[in-house]
Nanobody, 117 residues
Framework: QVQLVESGGGLVQAGESLRLSCVVS????????MGWYRQAPGKERELVAA???????NYADSVKGRFTISRDNAKNTVILQMESLKAEDTGVYFC???????????WGQGTQVTVSS
């Protein structure tokens, strides 16, 4: 089975930065897309950022210009660099890896990000 291990979450003040990492353990695979989703309290889980194997990226409107996603295809690792964090960024962040454009993919356990204001 595929396992995704996330790290980097924590508690920060508004305006500060965090760097989230997601590493796919055990297997080395060519995923079609890797991304980060988040779920705020009382809200639906939403896409934050995604990067495809070719390098193209997609960001939620709310994080454009502040977050940057990058990927190491050889190691199946995805990084989310979060800058100028806002209270609205608070939530549980989940790493996801898809093998096709339509699959639900594999999920990490989630890491908590809390931004205080």
């Amino acid at each position: 089975q595929v396992q995704l291990v996330e790290s980097g979450g924590g508690l920060v003040q508004a305006g500060e930065s965090l760097r989230l990492s997601c590493v796919v353990s055990r297997y080395i695979l060519n995923f079609y897309e890797m991304g980060w989703y988040r779920q705020a309290p009382g809200k639906e889980r939403e896409l934050v950022a995604a990067i495809r194997i070719g390098g193209s990226t997609n960001y939620a409107d709310s994080v454009k210009g502040r977050f940057t996603i990058s990927r190491d295809n050889a190691k199946n690792t995805v990084i989310l660099q979060m800058e100028s964090l806002k209270a609205e960024d608070t939530g549980v962040y989940f790493c996801n890896a898809k093998v096709t454009s339509t699959s639900v993919g594999y999920w990490g356990q989630g890491t908590q990000v809390t931004v205080s204001s």
